[in-house]
């Protein structure tokens, strides 16, 4: 049984400051990671992906992988209120293996100004 | 890039009757769509994988003769709910990831509240 785990928060972080989300997932083959944000009432969007070890940025986001310790995280840098939502973990197998995503059940982010 | 649509945004039907939701895929083909339901405050829960010409294949629970899955094309995939009830009454999403290799992406549509009287 695949599981990603993900702390349900919520997370309440003041703006401007850097929210930390953790993932950690049981498959050791796994070799796709994705961060989605879905706010309340609306369907999931992809953030980042991220397939190798070490970080990954993009804008005020960074993926963070490590595959030994089997998490992955993402960082926001400057926090704003528009960032409040809930963010989800996706893991795959993919090269070869399992497509089908396995998600954590999010973490409830807060940005409170 | 990456655009999947889902039609209708909101439907409300009465108890017993079939609602057809359609899920595309604008700009890629899609190999593999995925069905998703969601209860309000919980977490997406994956109800069935299909791909292009091939029957779904329904998560364990799913009940696949009241959750009738099409992948015709490319493009286009239908779930209909039969013989719809009030505990049917959720939020249903589609997502969609384009062919081959590793690392594949979902891409989601923006999803179908469905409320069933």
């Known amino acids: 049984q695949k599981e990603v785990e993900q702390n349900s928060g919520p997370l309440s972080v003041p703006e401007g400051a850097i929210a930390s989300l953790n993932c950690t997932y049981s498959?050791?083959?796994?070799?796709?990671f994705f961060w989605y944000r879905q706010y309340s009432g609306k369907s999931p969007e992809l953030i980042m992906s991220?397939?190798?070890?070490g970080d990954k940025e993009d804008g005020r986001f960074t993926a963070q992988l490590n595959k030994a310790s089997q998490y992955v995280s993402l960082l926001i840098r400057d926090s704003q209120p528009s960032d409040s939502a809930t963010y989800l973990c996706?893991?795959?197998?993919?090269?070869?293996?399992?497509?089908?995503?396995?998600f954590g059940r999010g973490t409830s982010l807060i940005v409170h100004p | 890039g990456a655009v999947v649509s889902q039609h209708p945004s909101w439907v409300i039907c009465k108890s017993g009757t079939s609602v057809k939701i359609e899920c595309r895929s604008l700009?890629?083909?899609?190999?593999?769509m995925f069905w998703y339901r969601q209860f309000p405050k919980q977490s997406l829960m994956l109800m069935a994988t299909?791909?292009?010409?091939?029957?779904?294949?329904?998560e364990q629970g799913v009940e696949k003769d009241k959750f009738l899955i099409n992948h015709a094309s490319l493009t286009l995939s239908t779930l209909t709910v039969t013989s719809a009830h009030p505990e049917d009454s959720s939020f249903y999403i589609c997502?969609?990831?384009?062919?081959?290799?590793?690392?594949?992406?979902?891409?989601f549509g923006p999803g179908t509240r469905l409320l069933v009287l």
């Open positions: 997502s969609a990831t384009s062919s081959g290799g590793a690392g594949e992406t979902q891409y």
């Open positions: 498959d050791r083959v796994s070799q796709s």
């Open positions: 991220i397939y190798s070890n």
């Open positions: 996706a893991v795959t197998l993919g090269g070869g293996g399992s497509y089908i995503p396995t």
């Open positions: 700009d890629f083909q899609a190999t593999t």
């Open positions: 299909s791909n292009e010409g091939s029957k779904a294949t329904y």
